[in-house]
């Protein structure tokens, strides 16, 4: 069992009480809803006669159904009307604070809650969304919950939980040129298989991952789901504080220097104990694309697609069901696939310094005249961010259309969507079938820099070949 | 699909039913409910949009479709079911399908709180028994009577000693799965713990 962990620390500080049959009661620090996963959890209270029990310590903002062309009021879906009327109407009652569409700080809820300074280290975290493990990328503890404990937060602000077991993700030397914190974290994932998480918190560590910035952290824990771990973290740094300093909910004057002197006590201790500890060489990974319907069947992207002999006998038959979905070949590389939709933005990769990379690889070139591409920005400070700098214009100028801020074709809840059997770079999180809104569509994952390659090429290309 | 649907209530301590077997390992839960039939405020109409695409690929041939699977309410299932997405609209609409238990190898950690959550208790078996239950499945109907007090599957001929998480058992046996007022019966506790967490004081500006 773990000790001393930044887990264990945070856990136990958390703990309200012991349950019979054995789960923890959890105060949750921080509660981000959307409009999702929250209406059926205000029923749920309105039907037991029940409060939200603290308002305060409950924040949301909309973005799964949000349309990315045309945001005026009443969204032409009227569905997706009808579910942000009711994500209004409950923050209004319930007095919860809502950054709305045109507020400024409207945004997908893991891009929001960091940069207004609400995701700070110590906290415990929850969010009826399996990428709120993002949030532990500043030494916080932050899980996805379903509906019903949606409705327990709302009520309690605590939930029943069993702990969980930490691994440690200890990552050697440091990424090389054109190789960024998607291919560390798809490699991970690969290495270790997509159910390897289950029951336990990662927690990433090392000089591979000290090096990274706040943002590149993010995508890390981010994808700590698609490793089966509900929850992942990085003990916090200098980097973590000065990212943190003077957002708009950061702790100010004193109250700085208070929460300053009490994050810097917050990390796994040197002698700590692990449930388990996994190394890997950051130096050896190369730009990693995906090729399967798992975020775990990825390879290099000068690699070949696995022939069935080389896979594990618990491998086989989702990469057989893979072959069919994706019509690809045992032993065919990835390099060369044609591309016809790119993809860049979600909670994965949709903050400033993706589109930044992203840009950098567009300038002054077209995308593709068989590629339609979009970019999706992560939020509306992203949005704003961005223009200042120019991207924007980057981004148009290549070919790619830029759209409002919002989840988008990661999921495709609104009307960006594949069609048919159409294949995309997309700088998103999951490639299951059908994720990206057509039952046949075909999604590699890769990150934003390579999604701007392929644009360019039409095909799965090699980053590097654009910025050595 | 049932065409009258009460959610699960009270104790849970016996579930008997046919079983429905689906082949496949990682089965995410955007394929057991699609991402565009969360546009929903409530859970009501979930049950006929369960596995949508895999069903409409598959033309009829899906296990859900089949006409030996009808009123089908124990689900069995291979390694990492319902990995991915946090919708709990995806058990939902499993339970509004008709299902009322799960046996599998392995369950993805959020899927398995939101079954529990919802009550539908989800077991694990070894992977070749699972195999075994699967395989004889494809010959005949398979009904189990399922004993949460002596976590036991028993069948015509079959015998199963089903695991399930012992927090998870006590809560059904007990009646107490709802978790909302287990929870707020620490009403004080709650409190103290609010007043006690240092970053409640220095985060004075989040209203």
Redesign the interface.
């Given at each position: 069992m773990s000790k001393d962990t930044l887990f264990d620390k945070v856990w136990d500080l958390h703990k309200v009480s012991s349950l019979p049959g054995g789960s923890d009661q959890i105060f949750i620090g921080l509660h981000l809803i959307h409009e999702v996963t929250s209406p059926q959890a205000f029923g749920a209270l309105k039907d037991k006669n029940l409060t939200v029990k603290f308002p305060s310590r409950t924040v949301a903002t909309v973005d799964h159904i949000v349309p990315t062309d045309n945001q005026s009021r009443p969204f032409k879906d009227s569905l997706a009307e009808k579910m942000i009327e009711t994500l209004e109407k409950n923050c209004l009652k319930h007095k919860i604070r809502f950054f709305n569409i045109g507020s400024g700080n409207q945004g997908i809820v893991h891009v929001v809650a960091p940069e207004l300074g609400l995701t700070q280290p110590g906290m415990t975290i929850a969010c009826g969304d399996s990428h709120t493990s993002t949030h532990g990328a500043f030494g916080s503890i932050a899980f996805g919950i379903g509906t019903s404990q949606v409705r327990d937060v709302l009520a309690s602000q605590t939930i029943a939980m069993n702990k969980l077991k930490v691994r440690q993700i200890w990552c050697d030397n440091k990424l090389s040129s054109g190789v960024y914190a998607k291919d560390l974290v798809l490699h991970i994932i690969n290495k270790l298989g997509v159910k390897a998480g289950v029951g336990f918190a990662y927690e990433f560590a090392g000089p591979a991952i000290n090096a990274l910035s706040m943002e590149e952290r993010m995508t890390i824990c981010n994808m700590s789901i698609e490793g089966g771990a509900r929850c992942g973290y990085i003990n916090p740094d200098e980097k973590t504080f000065s990212y943190i300093k003077n957002k708009l909910c950061a702790p100010k004057n004193d109250h700085w220097e208070n929460a300053l002197t009490w994050w810097k006590t917050l990390k796994s201790d040197e002698n700590s104990i692990y449930d388990d500890v996994i190394k890997i060489d950051a130096a050896k990974i190369e730009p990693t694309v995906t090729w399967g319907i798992t975020p775990g069947q990825s390879i290099g992207i000068n690699q070949q697609i696995p022939l069935l002999d080389e896979l594990s006998p618990n491998d086989k038959l989702v990469a057989e069901e893979a072959f069919e979905y994706m019509s690809f070949k045992p032993g065919q590389s990835i390099k060369d696939i044609p591309i016809e939709v790119c993809f860049i933005g979600s909670c994965t990769n949709g903050r400033i310094s993706d589109l930044r990379i992203a840009a950098k690889v567009l300038k002054d070139k077209k995308v593709s005249k068989n590629v339609k591409a979009f970019v999706v920005p992560g939020s509306e400070r992203v949005a704003i961010a961005a223009k200042k700098e120019g991207l924007d214009q980057i981004f148009k100028d290549s070919g790619f259309q830029w759209r409002e801020p919002g989840c988008s074709m990661c999921l495709a809840m609104n009307s960006d969507r594949l069609i048919g059997n159409q294949v995309s770079a997309s700088s998103s999180n999951r490639n299951f079938k059908g994720r990206q809104g057509s039952p046949n569509g075909r999604t590699l994952l890769m990150s934003p820099a390579m999604v701007a390659a392929a644009a360019i090429n039409g095909k799965v290309s090699d980053v590097r070949e654009f910025i050595n | 699909m049932k065409s009258e649907f009460t959610p699960p209530i009270g104790k849970i301590t016996k579930i008997n039913g046919k079983c429905i077997s689906l082949i496949?390992?990682?089965i995410?839960t955007?394929?057991i409910i699609?991402?565009?039939y969360?546009?929903?405020?409530?859970?009501d109409s979930l049950g006929e949009s369960v596995f949508a695409?895999?069903r409409?690929?598959l033309k009829g041939r899906h296990p859900f479709d089949l006409q030996e699977n009808e009123n089908a309410s124990i689900l069995v299932v291979?390694?990492?079911f319902g990995?991915?997405?946090?919708?709990?609209?995806a058990?939902q609409a499993l339970l509004r399908w008709g299902i009322k238990a799960i046996i599998g190898e392995?369950?993805?950690?959020?899927f398995y709180?939101?079954c529990i959550?919802?009550g539908i208790p989800c077991f694990t078996l070894a992977k070749e028994l699972i195999q075994k239950i699967q395989k004889y499945k494809d010959d005949k109907f398979l009904f189990f009577e399922i004993d949460l007090k002596k976590s036991l599957a028993k069948s015509k001929n079959l015998n199963f000693n089903l695991d399930i998480?012992?927090?998870?058992r006590?809560?059904f046996i007990?009646g107490?799965w709802d978790?909302?007022s287990?929870?707020?019966e620490?009403?004080n506790?709650?409190e103290n713990?609010?007043s006690q967490?240092?970053?409640?004081?220095?985060?004075?500006?989040?209203?």
């Open positions: - | 496949g390992n990682d995410d955007d394929r699609p991402a565009r969360l546009k929903c405020v409530n859970f695409d895999d409409k690929n291979n390694s990492n990995c991915g997405s946090s919708r709990e609209h058990p392995s369950f993805a950690d959020i709180s939101n959550a919802i998480k012992e927090s998870s006590k809560m007990s107490e978790a909302t287990t929870l707020l620490n009403e506790l709650i713990k609010f967490l240092p970053y409640i004081k220095f985060n004075t500006n989040l209203l």
